[in-house]
């Protein structure tokens, strides 16, 4: 073992756990890296003079002592200003457009204006001003980015290798926090390219993804945090670099602080796409417009929409001007720029009272609380209703009906009960019913588990409605016209007993209903014939085995192809199935072995329930087995390019090697072309890859 094999041993760590961490893409089990990673702490162990910084097993380091170091920032760490509504966001950014005028920068605005408009507002002169603001208005490149709710940090690389991370402090002086720093698994210790930058300051957000957080609250040892906020910050200033270790934060760069190097920037946009490819995780939700009211708004509610579905707490978004030249016009007041503006969304926490605590029964079953609360309007709607999870997060709340409790709208659609804020003057127990609340079976508590369960299996109208539900929901069976509401109606009715009843529906049965006229049934019947015809994996999905959802579905049915070679798969060929564990082969066998089971899915197919079998494979992924590597200037953002990519089976790869199938080369593409030339692997530029997509998605 030579020091140079040493070498390539870290850098092969580097490289997977780059592709792990940052581009959610892994390409080794983890039991490799892990055999991998003991290898390489024997040898450091028998060589200590060969151990370099960017070495994995240097993000741990010493405990430090109680005060942290200060560091001076050489460009101050701004903060921003906030705005609350459209209103206020589409001013602060004709402020910025009239400041620009202001300058009378004519050279600029000539860049920005059409010669037209120059002329015609130079001839109204007296109104140049304004007619000039509002033109340049519209002509703004705006770059949007979530607002990441955890902890700005900034991250000192000199000649590539990290020297420090530091707080944001006062915004001049911060604290040396590089210890924490080195255990973000997304920060790398070393940049990702030859000709590294002799100094380079990232800035961005560290964050806890809410799992995390939820997983971390519920663990034992460690006390409770209010969010994933303060976790994160608690995290961070953690004086012991194995707890931080223990506690996975993310780091996604939003900002240069000091900065010299070769390459040169005029957009905000390409410094980010730069630290995308050095190393960085990009956000895949940043977005780039041109500058209208409608723009904003439009922004703002696919935000609004994508803000629970996220992995991370957003509180709002950041609006930013792109061009770097305007943004060095603009400058900035006191401590924020005046290029850019957070949006923020409404207030998340309220305080409440809670009523009662009613118990639902799910489609499993399964029954939990739910709060009704004395309504109260928290993070821009109105709220009644709360979740409490099971009976031990009641007990660890010590909550209590009469109670004032602190509601938080968040992660989640359903609000959650965080905390008591004081305890009522007559405070009455919860207590789990005996008897099911819709069935009157008798309710039992599921061995090993928090969670209890009525016993009344198909003769519980709500399981069979919810069973329902789920079938025809959107991400099974997409019956859209069948809602929620309809179904529990002809289930109350003795309508709908299973789901196989919904193909047997007749027009006076929905007809005869309370606001549902014969031209609405006429429609749902249609809704539901037209859904018939499905795919295999939406099948499996919508039969509801538990554990198998959405991807669990898909696996099955790339693997097996058809429902035949499933229905009789044992156990030991069910556990191949990538992400297929022993629990969920289990549950395949366990529904397949059951002779009502068999019965409703052949019901199921006689009611003409059908899909293209040969069709689940061949089309899904064309480019299976390719290796891709995205490089330059994409006009896409490349998040979005490697979706496509890995949806149509290729896996894409930040490095070129004799492996890779194919460098999609953007403008300005530098080194990774080069050595796609000298490996002979082959280049495709960015029309040509348009060109394939296309051919490939007819
Ligand atoms: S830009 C000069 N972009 O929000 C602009 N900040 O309220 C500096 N934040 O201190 C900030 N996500 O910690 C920017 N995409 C984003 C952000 C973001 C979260 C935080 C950041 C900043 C605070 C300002």
Known sequence: MTFKNYQQLVAQLNCWSHAYHVLDA?????????????????????????????????????????????????????????????????????????????????????????????????????????????????????????????????????NGILIYGATRGDGEIGEDVT?????????????????????????????????????LNQSANVRSFVNPRNAAAGTIRQLNP??????????????????????????????????????????????????????????????????????????????????????????FISRSPKWAVARKFPAQVMTTTLLDVDFQVGRTGVLTPVARLEPVFVGGV???????????????????????????????????????????????????????????????????????????????????AERIKYYASRNCMNIRQLGTKLIEVLCEQGILNNVVDIYRLQIDDISKLEGQGEKNATKILAAIEGSKHTKFSTFLTALGIPEVGESGAKNLARYFESLEKLRTADIET?????????????????????????????????????WDENKIVENLQPLAEQTWVLTGTLSSPRNEIKEKLEGLGAKVSSSVSAKTTVVL????AGSKRKQAEDLGVKILDETQFLELIESLSK
């Open 665 to 668: 080369a953007g403008e300005a």
């Open 26 to 158: 892994p390409l080794v089990l983890d039991s490799e890296y892990d055999a991998a990673f003991r290898e390489l702490q024997t040898l450091e162990k028998q060589h200590p003079t060969w151990i370099v910084s960017e070495s994995p097993t240097q993000r741990v380091g010493d405990i430090v002592s109680s005060v942290f170091r200060k560091i001076p920032h050489e460009i101050k760490m701004l903060s921003l200003e906030n705005a609350f509504s459209l209103e206020e966001t589409n001013a602060f950014f004709l402020r910025a457009a009239k400041n620009l005028v202001d300058l009378e920068d004519f050279e600029k605005l000539e860049n920005l204006l059409a010669e037209t408009a120059i002329k015609k507002a130079q001839e109204l002169k007296s109104e140049f001003k304004e007619f000039a603001t509002s033109e340049l208005f519209e002509k703004l490149p705006i770059f949007s980015e979530p607002k990441l709710d955890g902890f700005a940090i900034s991250l000192r690389y000199e």
């Open 574 to 610: 069910l556990v191949q199935v990538p992400d297929v564990g022993s629990i969920t082969a289990n549950n395949v066998r366990t529904f397949f072995d059951d002779t009502a089971n068999n019965q409703l899915v052949d019901d199921l197919l006689a009611a003409g329930v059908t």
């Open 382 to 464: 109105t709220v009644s209703n709360a979740t409490l999870h099971n009976m031990d997060e009641i007990e660890r709340l010590n909550l209590c009906i009469g109670d004032k409790i602190e509601i938080h709208r968040a992660g989640d659609v359903i609000p959650k009960v965080t905390k008591v804020v004081a305890e009522g003057e007559t405070r009455q127990n919860i207590v789990m019913p005996s008897h099911c609340p819709v069935c009157s079976s008798s309710v039992q508590r599921i061995e090993n588990q928090t969670a209890y369960r009525c016993s009344g299996g198909l003769i519980c109208a709500a399981q069979i």
């Open 242 to 331: 194995k707890a931080a270790m223990e506690r996975p934060l993310q780091f996604i760069p939003y900002g240069m602080g000091a900065y010299s190097g070769e390459r040169e920037f005029t957009r905000h946009s390409e410094i980010l796409s730069y630290f995308g490819e050095i190393g960085f995780k990009s956000n895949p939700n940043n977005h780039a417009f041109w500058a209208t009211k409608t723009a904003f708004e439009q922004d703002y509610q696919r935000m609004e929409k994508l803000r629970d579905f996220l992995p991370m707490e957003i509180d709002g978004i950041v609006y930013k001007i792109d061009d770097l030249n305007l943004q060095e016009k603009l400058g």
């Open 179 to 215: 210890h924490t720093i080195k255990t973000i698994q997304s920060i790398p210790l070393k940049l990702q390219t030859d000709i590294p930058p002799e100094v380079l300051e990232v800035r961005g957000e560290v964050f806890m993804t809410k799992s995390v957080f939820e997983q």
